[in-house]
């Protein structure tokens, strides 16, 4: 396949995960200190906004790395199309509250991590904690 004959396939960057020992101080830095509004939270993260830009900065207590997240419309066809075009896939696509997620490396070991957000958008409360229903599942508004 000729890459000239493609639309682009990642869409926007999702976020900037930043991985932190502990949720709390993690806020009263990036919140507190940096300035930066909570748009979402949960136990173990918390995404904050960026002003000016759609991206969020998610601060995380999961994974040790840093994460670069793109937005793709199908992470399986992303992955498909990113092992076409000489990179391979490191987690094959699962599923995430927001949708499907997958980890590919491009040709020279980069890491990234793609997304789609076909189950939607995490509905929050007033202070942006993640509403779950009865069986703990967050809540999701479609996008």
């Keep these: ?43 173990t993260a918390a995404g904050l906004r960026l002003p000016g830009a759609e991206a969020e900065i998610v601060i995380q207590t999961e ?18 199309t990113i092992r076409r075009a000489g990179g391979q896939v490191i987690v094959p696509p699962f599923d995430i509250a927001i ?22 958008r995490l509905q929050t409360d007033a202070e942006g904690r993640v509403l779950v229903d009865i069986d703990g599942r967050p809540r999701m508004t479609r996008a």
Aim: one cysteine or more.
């Design 63 to 80: 994974r040790p790395e840093l994460e670069a997240n793109l937005t793709v419309a199908s992470v399986d066809g992303a992955v498909v």
């Design 99 to 120: 949708g499907r997620c997958a980890v590919v490396e491009d040709p020279w070991g980069n890491r990234l991590v793609v997304l789609d957000n076909s189950k939607g």
């Design 1 to 43: 396949m000729d890459s000239r004959d493609t639309t682009p396939l990642f869409h926007k960057v999702d976020s900037l995960q930043i991985p932190v020992p502990d949720l709390e101080a993690g806020l009263a830095f990036y919140r507190d200190r940096l300035g930066h509004e909570v748009i979402w939270r949960t136990a």
